[in-house]
T-cell receptor, first 113, second 111 residues
């Protein structure tokens, strides 16, 4: 596609439910990031995929969060047993290689009620 | 480790200049600058690499002091369209090679 695509754009879920957020990066981009942005706050790093290397999961806030990237392309961020503090905009970004421009998707706004 | 940005917020009149600073305690390989407008995704402004030169983009430029692990973003003769939150992102030379962002600097330009 022309840009980074994320789905859904909005998700409202009940506390305790699991959610899956999808990111479709720009074709050919080897680097893929997930960030979380709470209202009016900065970009909190969650996880980084680079090619076939093991992902850097150091930013995941708890073991309820996991992510995978299949075939070096599409990535899914899964949050299990959602809590109200998980409410935020989840942004995905991809770049061709390290040290190049990162392109952001429009994000998924997650609301846990 | 997250870079530190200063100031946290700036309010200017159109035509005035601003400087936003970004510093890290770790040796850096690159510094990225992005601007995010309310309700939108961050948009790339420029990247500065270790050993590289100062970059420019319209009336927005940036420098990278490798010895001090600091970068500064310069906005001259600011326009209303410059309003938004500016984020610096850094990649370290050693250790974790991921793009980590500062907390952002909110820039408001008034007519």
């Amino acid at each position: 596609g022309a840009g980074v695509s994320q789905s859904p754009s909005n998700k409202v879920t009940e506390k305790g439910k699991d959610v899956e957020l999808r990111c479709d990066p720009i074709s050919g981009h080897t680097a893929l990031y997930w960030y979380r942005q709470s209202l009016g706050q900065g970009l909190e790093f969650l996880i980084y995929f680079q090619g076939n290397s093991a992902p850097d999961k150091s930013g995941l806030p708890s073991d309820r969060f996991s992510a995978e990237r299949t075939g070096g392309s599409v990535s899914t961020l899964t949050i299990q047993r959602t809590q109200q503090e998980d409410s935020a905009v989840y942004l995905c970004a991809s770049s061709l290689v390290r040290d190049t421009e990162a392109f952001f998707g429009q994000g998924t706004r997650l609301t846990v009620v | 480790q997250q870079p530190v940005q200063s100031p946290q917020a700036v309010i200017l009149r159109e035509g005035e200049d601003a400087v936003i600073n970004c510093s890290s305690s770790k040796a850096l390989y690159s510094v990225h600058w992005y601007r995010q407008k309310h309700g939108e995704a961050p948009v790339f402004l420029m990247i500065l690499l270790k050993g590289g030169e100062q970059k420019g983009h319209e009336k927005i430029s940036a420098s990278f002091n490798e010895k001090k692990q600091q970068s500064s973003l310069y906005l001259t003769a600011s326009q209303l369209s410059y309003s938004g939150t500016y984020f610096c992102g850094t990649e370290r030379i050693q250790g974790a090679q991921k793009l980590v962002f500062g907390q952002g600097t909110r820039l408001t330009i008034n007519p």
